[in-house]
């Protein structure tokens, strides 16, 4: 089922029209649906209890950091996978129990690893020998033990884009394969380190199984060869990066066939599993409405100019991405679509959000939605050109609610100190 859907010629969430949420919040605004985050983890959950494993989902806060967000995926009994303190205290304000919260990432500070001993943290997942002996040092003085799951590099091209692929020997993330079994070995022996298993993640935007097949399929090996060797393995992580559609017709592995792919690599070791998805979660059920300033014709190009920028949305100028532009106003049937760039106010000309896209005619104070835009959208958002950040809007049903408003330029104003020499 889908969210996203025009009633009575206007697009709607669920059951709000965009127009009004625009008319009461302005433009540009992010827009996510309720019902949408829960069926994605749904279908997501059951697939991986269909292939019959027993696994925690860890929503990557990562790719949306809303709390209201994060606390509509905690309350069906999502964990998260956070990547920093300000994320894993986002978490814990959403109401995740620290039981359900791994913490990845290639550079923890001391004072992150602290923060996360004693938050009483599920896992956290190490990626490096200075690493491991800073979080056995620390745990030490708290008197604790600190839960841990390597990160290992598995070698893998997981053939996504070049800026999200994590998993190869060039890659910064994680212990390199050939140093990964010593690595378990040292860990399990450090008395402030409980060494519990390994974690793998290859990137992120995966849209073919063969990639996580290959990487899963190396984890076992390592499993096996980590328990022959008398070193106890009972936690796998094997990280996110399910791909999602971007346009109709883009059609990414299904969460049961990924599931599968899992079951058939360690559905069998009697493991605790993790997932981290992100992406696959949120993508879909998030918009960027914007309205259009102005149509310019140069005589070579149609431009349409919005209220939306780079600053807001990313994606497209960072990795070349791809995101429908839907009218929010139904088009007439048989409108004739002209070809027109899409483009935001921004003084450069990476502030393109796609070029030569056939749209419905466009006016001035239109609306559009960009689609798919809730993971990686919001979160990676900055105020560049003085730009304030989009307020975010969470759906449900026919209510909505401004979860991040927008800051008044007083606000944005308010955190710049000037020198006394000035
Ligand atoms: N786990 C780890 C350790 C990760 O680094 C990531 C994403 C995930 C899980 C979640 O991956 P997902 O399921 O969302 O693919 N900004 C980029 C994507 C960066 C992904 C970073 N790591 C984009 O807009 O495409």
Redesign the pocket.
């Known amino acids: 089922m889908n969210h996203f859907q025009y009633r009575n010629g206007q697009l709607c969430v669920e059951e709000r029209p965009l127009a009004e949420i625009a008319a009461e919040v302005g433009t540009p605004f992010y827009c996510y649906s309720t019902a949408t985050l829960a069926r994605h983890y749904d279908v997501f959950a059951q697939a991986l209890a269909d292939a019959g494993l027993a696994a925690t989902v860890c929503f990557?806060v990562?790719?949306n950091a809303s709390l209201a967000v994060v606390k509509t995926l905690a309350e069906r009994g999502c964990g998260a996978?956070v990547?920093s303190e300000g994320e894993l205290r986002l978490a814990l304000r959403a109401g995740v129990p620290p039981g359900k919260i791994v913490f990845?990432?290639v550079g923890k500070t001391e004072r992150e690893l602290s923060f996360a001993l004693v938050s009483g943290i599920r896992q956290i997942?190490v990626e490096s020998l200075p690493e491991l002996e800073t979080l056995n040092a620390l745990a030490l003085r708290l008197g604790k033990t600190a839960p841990v799951a390597l990160?290992v590099n598995p070698d893998v091209d997981a053939h996504t884009?070049a800026?999200?692929s994590?998993g190869g020997a060039e890659h910064k993330f994680g212990i390199s394969w050939a140093a990964a079994p010593a690595l378990c070995r040292h860990a399990h022996d450090l008395p402030g380190i409980d060494f519990r298993g390994v974690a793998v993640?290859i990137?992120?935007?995966?849209t073919e199984l063969a990639p996580f097949a290959a990487a899963f399929g190396k984890v076992r090996g390592l499993v096996l060869s980590l328990r022959d060797d008398g070193v106890p393995v009972g936690h796998i992580d094997l990280?996110?990066?399910?791909?999602i559609p971007y346009a109709p017709g883009e059609e990414p592995p299904s969460p049961a066939a990924y599931a599968e792919i899992a079951r058939d690599a360690v559905g069998d070791l009697g493991c605790e599993l993790v997932f981290?998805?992100?992406?696959?979660l949120v993508g879909n059920a998030g918009l960027l409405v914007a309205r259009v300033i102005y149509v310019k014709e140069t005589g070579t190009k149609t431009f349409v100019i919005v209220d939306a920028a780079m600053n807001d949305l990313i994606?497209p100028s960072?990795?070349s991405?791809h995101h429908e532009v839907i009218p929010v106003a139904e088009p007439a049937p048989g409108a004739l679509p002209v070809a027109v760039d899409v483009v935001g106010p921004i003084c450069e000309t990476g502030d393109t959000f796609g070029r030569d896209m056939q749209l419905p005619p466009l006016a001035t104070g239109d609306l559009i939605a960009f689609g798919t835009a809730g993971?990686?959208g919001a979160v990676?958002s900055s105020t560049y050109n003085g730009r304030p950040l989009a307020p975010e809007v969470l759906v449900k049903g026919d209510k909505s609610c401004v979860t991040r408003r927008r800051l008044s330029y007083d606000e944005m104003a308010a955190g710049e100190i000037l020198p006394n020499w000035l």
């Open positions: 990557a990562k790719s996978d990547v990845s990432g997942n990160r884009h800026k999200i994590t993640h990137g992120s935007q995966l990280g996110g990066g399910l791909g981290e998805p992100g992406r696959m994606r960072m990795y991405a993971a990686y990676m």
